[in-house]
């Protein structure tokens, strides 16, 4: 369209439906039997704005043919928040396409008038607050009324229409009837008047009296004419007629068909105001040839009205037709002068004439679906074909960055201000099957939004090659643009005459127009009448058409590059992979000079064919070709016409003021407004922004490529020079500042994080209004860009015409002039002072952005600017100004700080940190630091550096320095928190100088040490935080305040501790010069005050910390204070704790005694409480009350001289032993409580018994007892055991071994160690009781020699009838070698178990044995026989033998077992008579050998 018409502006979208937040109610209908038959035009797509009494109150209706029952109202004002309320309002019947609104006595309720198709109209009161129907479902039926126009005619309706209080309708057969709703009852007379042209008497001739009949009614229009409400009737056959309302009567007729073209049928009607005094009324009407399909044309008519007795009407003979010639109308709007014509295709306007012979030319606006399918690469101007090729030529990373860099592009095209829209983004989505609920979707992020849509593009690719990627996208964006053209189409115009304004009705949004910037007007005028645009020229016109020339060059580069150049551009600027504008420049001109990259063309190959690949090189090979000749000739033609190139220069020059940011004082106030002017003004200025840039980059694209080829069309090395130093740092500048423009209006904000204090504030909503709670809640949504954020602060006073006013809508003239200033408020401030740089306002913007958690935007503005200033030949001097510099560091460095505190983690958060702590130290090194610091403003959400009066410059840093330390601290960011203390640290001497004529640097009159030691704890405590524990052990002893030392030092310990880490005391590796005694203090106090049952433990540190030392007497008290506190303190009642208890007293005693083994044995004692008293005696706080070791031992019942002792190895191993009981029994659930070591308990060993640990019994009885004693012991521990070896006691079959023994032998009491270890150190041979018994019988008779007798005893003294085993028999009879002694032997020998025989009536076993030793000793060797020959060398039991022979005869004499008795005697008898023939001659040869 704009190919035809001179472009006059764009079209501005501020409402879309994002933006609404929808309540729905339903209305209720008595017509519940109404007949299905279409009595009033079907549902279509319509729209319609009415402007209320108050001009800033705008009510707009919407019904959509896919929502036939439906109809929205919106209630628009230019203070009205982001979110707009909008009332859906359900009806029972399909709706007519009309609605009329209009006021009633209350300004907050209005009056909705609607009809279904079935004829029911509905008239409904509503309020304007949508609010009060939130809690409702239901419309209130005492606002409702209902009429049925069917029972007044069944003559289908053609059109309505309405005014206040009358309802219009026109009807198939001609006829127009008024029904006065809301006025008059239905049932009263005059509330149906029918529009007639009979009059007087002919009214009762019925049909006579009606003329010639009239085609249906085409359109019906009610317009206000001079206090009358006049109604414009329009039929098909073509016949206007105008009717007074107020009297029913006709008041102009005339027949149209005569004053345009034969076959033109009339299709609609349009009625403007009337022209102020002249009282001319314009209207249109649309005819559509009959023949011709889709050819239209309007004819606008005008009518001259007078105003006397009554109102006369007449038509005027002017006639302006108006052909349309692409697309269909939608609508039609005429003001006094002009008439707006949308259609499909775009909107145009025209001038009214006053006359047929002048004639305006016409005008168009660009609609938004030409910026959509610019920025998506939908047209056929803006391809996106190059993108590929002009990323992979200035890309030389990775694929996987090209990926990534084309993938952004798209993404941040997709969501610029008036492309990006949540229905049609999830219309899209929902062709890739994702699907999300309303709530899911409002909760996406920026990011989270990006990562879904990527994921989603690398799915639906074939592969992962950036080709694949790429088509992804196209594929993606053909689907976007399609469903947004669906989702916005064109329902209707609004034009409010009063201010100017003109918008847009869409399905899902509303628009306003802006006029075009002078750089669009003249890029669109095609170099027609600069001097209407402010350029001067000379009377030549030379100059006129070397700038013609000049930007016919700067055209053709762009169109060369296409526009994926300046995407690409702007992209590697403000995006991830950041590329500088040196480096970018260079590459595009290496495309224009010599193509693409060889890179491209093998990606060409690969992913296209090499058929494919050739003639897309050879086609862009031709046109590169083209492109450099006609570039040549062209600038040799310039070169010939100018005569010299600084006169092309100068034209130049002259054109770039177009591009510069123009400068508007401003009147700002100092709040803030938000409303949708608001967003209006975002929208024009994102699209002005980026044609601004996109020219400024052309501009310095044709400067660098003049330079590049200066040679061959002869520019002369001055020019070249003031090129290059002129006009690219001044260009470079220009693009910079647009740069900065259309990123701030084209950049979603970023959500505030939890951490951040300032947001925290901002929501707590204290103090504010609810303008700003309703941005604050709209931080981080995609629509929600930058430049709402910076209009906190800029809004103009209602008088000052570069801002938009706040009562209405704004007209064309208004937005450019308001995007005008906003501009100017952005890059120059409010008073426009001049500046050589931008600097100090890069600083003021950063502040407003800081203020609401913007870091990335802050963090892109600012090093933009540095490097900006980089480039100026004034950097060094900036520097050493006025401070401006040091503030954009400092600023930056909070940034980067909060950056690397909320959003990252691992390396990227340590970049980001480092990168902050440079920032803060080039901002305190900077001139006039102090200064410019001290005046920033607290509001930005910056923490008070806190220092005032004169500074010198050390002075100055260490406030500095200690002022980073804390912002690092409190962003838990301990490395740069230590290096700013160890920075300041370096300051406090200089700073605290005498010589210092400033009295500012020691406000607090603080000595050297204090500052220094309150800074080394501050380093100790980050270096801590670091983990760098040897670090922060040399803050500790580099601390020259030894209160803070010691503090340092206990920490220390107890960090320590809690990282199980405290073993790097012990290992040797730190120096303990002078604070040896300190840690012991403080590890002995950490001691005291921990938990007994703490893990690690650290008596068992300061154990090994005295070991290291060699200080073993130390080490052993603090092992068995450790032990002691164990056996004082209370450990919960269940076995397990209970067991670990016990299991560390063993340890202890066990290290103890260990230790104690290390010292001369003189010296191996310990005292254990002159440590513990040492302690004590320390002035310590304590949390809680709690009583010493000392205390509690006092308290129990340990005997008080035990306190008074030293104690010594035997002591400790005889404790080690009864806690080793006291393990063992706890293991079996026996209780038993340690009492002291002085006497043992004697149910101890008693219970040891019963439990079957043996081992730990007998360890006990060794260890405690001696001489008799122990032999007493000993015979009642095995009489215990005996017992249970008795069938009729004990059944032996249920006890078994157990492990957990303490080895003991005649040599070695005690063995040191674990129950666990001793239990493994012996194993039963068997399994058993009498297993056991002779294992332990064997092993401790040697303690005691009569133990088996007083194991035999017991049994046979249990059971009489018992069996002995063989084992306990042999004990008894010894060595076969003793046999020949008779049965002497030690106490336990062969006659003792024959007495014990002959005791307990065994009789027979008593005779056996006897007699087994008699003929043992008959049958000696004859060698053993000289031995039995010498004097007293035989005995045998005489006595007990005599008290058998007794025994036996007795029983015979008594009649019991007589045989057996009487055998047994009769054995006897032999074998004593041999026995004693054999004694009687070993006597004779003894005498014989003793005379002899």
């Known amino acids: 369209m704009a190919s035809k018409w001179r472009l006059a502006g764009m079209e501005v979208p501020f409402i879309s439906s994002d933006s609404v937040k929808w309540i729905e109610v339903s209305v209720s209908s008595n017509n519940n039997n109404i007949s299905s038959d279409n009595v009033a035009p079907l549902t279509e797509d319509c729209a319609s704005c009415s402007v209320l009494e108050n001009p800033s109150q705008y009510l707009i209706w919407r019904i959509h043919k896919n929502l036939p029952t439906s109809l929205e109202l919106l209630h628009v004002s230019s203070s009205h928040q982001f979110t707009i309320l909008g009332l859906r309002i359900n009806f029972p019947f399909p709706l007519s396409p009309f609605a009329f609104i209009c006021s009633s006595n209350n300004t907050n309720i209005h009056v909705l008038h609607v009809l279904t198709v079935s004829g029911i109209a509905f008239r409904l009161k509503f309020s304007s607050n949508f609010s009060v129907y939130e809690s409702t479902l239901l419309f209130p039926n005492q606002d409702i009324l209902e009429f049925n126009l069917v029972n007044y005619g069944t003559v289908p309706i053609t059109r309505v229409a309405a005014t206040a209080g009358c309802l219009v309708v026109g009807r198939n057969d001609g006829s127009v009837a008024s029904f006065q709703l809301g006025i008059l009852h239905p049932g009263s007379p005059g509330f149906q008047q029918e529009l007639r042209d009979d009059t007087g008497i002919g009214r009762l001739w019925g049909l006579m009296s009606r003329g010639r009949m009239l085609g249906p009614v085409q359109d019906l229009v009610i317009v206000e004419v001079l206090g009358k409400m006049l109604l414009f009737v329009l039929h098909s056959d073509g016949i206007f007629r105008v009717w007074d309302l107020s009297s029913h009567s006709r008041i102009f007729s005339h027949t149209m068909t005569n004053q345009v073209s034969e076959g033109a049928l009339p299709m609609r009607l349009w009625v403007g105001e009337a022209k102020g005094s002249s009282g001319i009324i314009p209207f249109a009407i649309l005819y559509k040839r009959a023949l011709e399909v889709g050819t239209e044309m309007i004819y606008v008519f005008s009518l001259h009205c007078k105003l006397g007795d009554k109102l006369l009407l007449s038509l005027e003979s002017s006639i302006q037709d108006i052909p349309l010639d692409e697309g269909a109308c ?417 950049t979603s904000s970023e959500s505030p994080t939890l951490e951040d204090f300032s947001s925290q504030l901002s929501s707590l909503q204290i103090g504010s209004n609810g303008g700003k709670r309703s941005w604050n809640d709209k931080l981080g949504k995609c629509d929600f860009t930058l430049a709402f954020i910076l209009l906190l602060n800029f809004q103009s006073s209602s008088g000052d015409p570069s801002h938009i006013s706040l009562r209405c809508l704004p007209s064309p003239q208004e937005v450019t002039s308001s995007v005008r200033g906003f501009t100017s408020w952005v890059i120059w401030g409010k008073t426009g002072e001049e500046s050589s740089s931008f600097l100090k306002r890069s600083t003021q913007l950063s502040l407003i952005l800081l203020k609401h958690g913007q870091y990335n935007a802050v963090k892109y503005l600012l090093t933009g600017t540095e490097a900006n200033l980089q480039k100026e030949k004034t950097f060094r001097s900036i520097q050493d100004s006025d401070g401006d510099w040091c503030v954009l560091q400092h600023l930056l460095g909070c940034c980067l700080l909060a950056q690397a505190q909320c959003e990252l983690h691992g390396l990227l958060k340590e970049k980001k940190v480092c990168e902050a702590v440079r920032c803060f130290f080039r901002a305190a090194s900077g001139q006039g630091a102090f200064q410019a610091l001290q005046s920033l403003s607290h509001e930005a959400g910056l923490p008070n550096l806190g220092f005032n009066g004169c500074l010198s410059s050390a002075a100055w840093k260490l406030h500095y320095y200690q002022w980073a330390m804390q912002i690092f601290e409190q962003y838990s960011v301990s490395e740069g928190a230590c290096q700013f203390a160890l920075a300041a640290l370096e300051q406090v001497d200089e700073a605290l100088s005498p010589k210092d004529d400033c009295h500012g640097g020691n406000p607090l009159n603080e000595s050297a040490a204090t500052i220094k030691g309150r800074l080394w704890a501050n380093v100790f405590k980050f270096t801590l935080d670091l983990n760098l524990l040897h670090d922060a052990y040399c803050a500790i002893i580099s601390n020259p305040d030894e209160e803070s030392k010691c503090i340092c030092l206990r920490r220390f310990i107890i960090v320590l501790y809690e990282r199980k880490a405290a073993k790097l005391l012990c290992d040797g590796q730190l120096p303990f010069i002078g604070i040896a005694e300190k840690i012991e203090r403080e590890l002995a106090w950490k001691a005291d005050r921990s938990d007994i049952l703490a893990k690690p433990n650290p008596y068992e540190l300061l154990y090994a910390f005295e070991m290291q030392r060699h200080n073993w007497r130390k080490a052993a008290s603090y092992m068995y204070l450790y032990s002691a506190r164990l056996r004082t303190e209370p450990v919960p009642k269940d076995s397990q704790h209970m067991l670990s208890a016990l299991q560390e007293r063993l340890n202890g005693l066990s290290a103890a005694i260990n230790a104690l083994h290390l010292v001369h044995p003189a010296y191996a004692w310990i005292d254990p409480f002159s440590g513990k008293s040492s302690i004590q005696n320390e002035h310590y706080p304590r949390k809680k009350a709690k009583k010493t070791v000392i205390e509690q031992l006092v308290g129990s019942d340990i005997q008080p001289q035990c306190l008074q002792s030293y104690i010594d190895i035997d002591k400790l191993e005889k404790e080690y032993v009864l806690t080793s009981a006291e393990y063992l029994l706890t293991t079996r659930n026996v209780k038993w409580t340690f009492n002291g070591i002085n006497e043992v308990p004697s149910d101890l060993v008693d219970l040891l018994v019963q439990t079957n640990f043996y081992n730990m019994a007998f360890t006990v009885l060794l260890k405690f007892w001696k001489g008799s004693r122990l032999k007493r012991e000993l015979e009642i521990v095995f009489f215990a055991m005996s017992l249970k070896c008795c069938p009729n006691k004990v059944d032996s079959a249920c006890l078994g071994t157990h492990g957990l023994l303490l080895t003991s032998s005649k040599d070695e009491a005690v063995v040191h160690g674990s129950p666990d270890n001793i239990a493994a150190a012996h194993q039963y041979k068997g399994n058993g009781q009498w297993e056991t018994l002779e294992l332990y019988l064997i092993k401790y008779k040697d303690f005691h020699a009569g133990l088996p007798i007083v194991v035999a005893e017991t049994l046979l003294r249990t059971d009489p009838h018992i069996e002995l085993p063989l084992w306990l028999i042999c004990m008894f009879k010894g060595d076969r070698r003793e046999r020949t002694r008779g049965m002497t032997s030690q106490e336990s020998s062969p006659a003792s178990l024959f007495r014990l025989y002959v005791d307990y009536g065994r009789y027979t076993e008593a005779t056996n044995l006897l007699l087994e030793y008699i003929e043992s000793f008959s049958s000696m060797k004859p060698t053993d026989i000289i031995n039995r020959k010498r004097p007293f060398s035989v005995w045998f039991p005489y006595t007990a033998i005599e008290r058998l022979w007794c025994q036996l005869e007795e029983l015979i004499r008594s009649g019991h077992m007589v045989d057996q008795c009487d055998k047994l005697k009769k054995l006897l008898h032999g074998t004593l008579l041999s026995h004693l023939k054999l004694l009687k001659v070993d006597s004779d040869d003894a005498i014989s050998a003793a005379s002899s």
Not at 399 to 410: A, C, G, L, T
Not at 621 to 636: A, C, P, Q
Not at 693 to 700: H, I, P, Q, R
């Open 330 to 746: 939608i609508d039609v709007k005429l003001t006094s002068k002009k008439i707006w014509i949308l259609k499909d295709s775009g909107l145009i306007f025209h001038n009214l004439s006053d006359n047929d012979v002048t004639e305006e030319e016409p005008c168009c606006y660009a609609m938004q679906e030409e910026f959509v399918a610019e920025q998506l690469f939908q047209s056929s101007e803006c391809s996106s074909d190059d993108l590929l090729s002009i990323t992979h030529s200035l890309v030389t990373s990775p694929k996987d960055h090209v990926v990534s860099f084309v993938s952004s592009i798209f993404f941040r095209r997709l969501l610029h201000p008036g492309v990006h829209h949540n229905i049609v983004l999830r219309a899209t989505l929902l062709d890739y099957n994702r699907h999300w609920t309303d709530s899911e979707f409002q909760n996406f992020t920026v990011d989270a939004l990006k990562k879904e849509i990527i994921s989603l593009i690398e799915h639906e690719a074939v592969a992962e090659s950036p080709l694949s990627i790429f088509y992804g996208w196209k594929n993606f964006c053909t689907r976007y643009f399609h469903h947004w053209c669906k989702n916005n189409e064109p329902y209707g115009l609004f034009v409010q005459s009063s201010t100017g304004a003109v918008g847009l009705l869409r399905k899902n949004s509303m628009s306003v127009f802006r006029s075009l910037e002078s750089i669009e007007l003249l890029i669109d005028d095609e170099l027609g009448d600069l001097v209407s645009f402010g350029l001067e020229f000379s009377d030549d016109h030379s100059e006129r058409e070397i700038l013609f020339g000049l930007l016919r060059c700067i055209i053709s580069i762009s169109h060369q590059l296409g526009k994926s150049a300046s995407a690409i551009f702007y992209e590697s600027l403000v995006g991830t992979l950041t590329i500088s504008a040196e480096e970018l420049v260079p590459c595009l001109l290496k495309i224009l000079e010599t193509g693409y990259s060889s890179s491209v063309v093998a990606l060409n190959m690969s992913d296209l064919g090499a058929d494919v690949g050739r003639e897309k090189e050879l086609a862009n090979h031709k046109n590169l070709r083209k492109f450099s000749i006609d570039m040549l000739l062209s600038l040799h033609a310039l070169g010939k016409k100018a005569v010299s190139w600084d006169r092309m220069l100068n034209v130049l020059e002259s054109y770039l003021q177009f591009l510069v940011p123009r400068k508007i004082l401003q009147d700002l106030d100092a709040g803030a407004v938000f409303n949708i002017s608001t967003s209006i003004l975002v929208q024009a200025t994102s699209q002005i922004a980026k044609v601004m840039f996109e020219s400024a980059l052309d501009v310095l694209l044709f400067i660098s490529y003049l330079l590049s080829i200066g040679g061959q069309i002869g520019i002369s090395h001055d020019d070249m020079l003031r090129m290059q130093l002129e006009f690219i740092p001044m260009i470079q500048e220009i693009v910079f500042e647009w740069l900065i423009i259309l990123f701030f209006g084209t």
